[in-house]
């Protein structure tokens, strides 16, 4: 792999049909994307919908080394979600598959294709305890140290499967 590879957080979750299945092959295909290597993977989580309805969601986060800059790999996530039937009727729909950007090393990017660190991930339960299991140190870009938001989202109940 190349020197030039970066960090990329990945938040996973989906909440029809067989969401766990299509998680669980979601993260497979993380482990063969190109320029990548799946560094590390949360427990599966459920969480019900925010902003949403639908069932609830099982949900995930990954870590991976990638040279692919950041609209590569967010190209590359929109084309795995399609795979697996991801439609967008409308915002916050319930969902096959979402794949998302949250963080992608340092950087602190906005424009209208992505925007990192994600902007809602510190108000949610579902993407901050999977990624502190895989790094209790985590800091998130501009925030500071993940943990530090635990408090804020404990009344989002969420459960590990």
């Given at each position: 792999m190349a020197s030039s590879s970066t960090q990329a957080w990945i938040g996973i979750g989906g909440n029809l049909?067989?969401?766990?299945?299509?998680?669980e092959e979601?993260?497979?295909?993380?482990?063969r994307l190109?320029?990548?290597?799946?560094?590390?993977t949360s427990s599966l989580y459920r969480t019900a919908p925010i902003d949403s309805s639908g069932d609830d969601y099982v949900n995930a986060v990954a870590l991976v080394s990638t040279s692919l800059t950041a609209l590569?790999?967010?190209h590359a996530?929109?084309?795995?979600?399609?795979?697996?039937g991801?439609?967008?009727p409308y915002r916050n729909a319930p969902r096959t598959l979402d794949l998302d950007v949250l963080m992608y090393g340092e950087a602190v990017l906005e424009d209208e294709e992505l925007i990192v660190p994600h902007p809602r991930m510190a108000q949610r339960a579902f993407v901050l305890v999977p990624m502190l299991e895989i790094d209790a140190q985590v800091q998130i870009p501009g925030l500071g140290a993940a943990r530090d938001y635990l408090d804020a989202i404990s009344d989002q109940p969420i459960s590990r499967l």
């Amino acid at each position: 792999m190349a020197s030039s590879s970066t960090q990329a957080w990945i938040g996973i979750g989906g909440n029809l049909g067989d969401a766990r299945a299509t998680v669980e092959e979601a993260i497979a295909h993380l482990a063969r994307l190109p320029q990548s290597q799946l560094l590390g993977t949360s427990s599966l989580y459920r969480t019900a919908p925010i902003d949403s309805s639908g069932d609830d969601y099982v949900n995930a986060v990954a870590l991976v080394s990638t040279s692919l800059t950041a609209l590569e790999l967010l190209h590359a996530l929109q084309a795995i979600e399609r795979q697996h039937g991801r439609e967008r009727p409308y915002r916050n729909a319930p969902r096959t598959l979402d794949l998302d950007v949250l963080m992608y090393g340092e950087a602190v990017l906005e424009d209208e294709e992505l925007i990192v660190p994600h902007p809602r991930m510190a108000q949610r339960a579902f993407v901050l305890v999977p990624m502190l299991e895989i790094d209790a140190q985590v800091q998130i870009p501009g925030l500071g140290a993940a943990r530090d938001y635990l408090d804020a989202i404990s009344d989002q109940p969420i459960s590990r499967l």
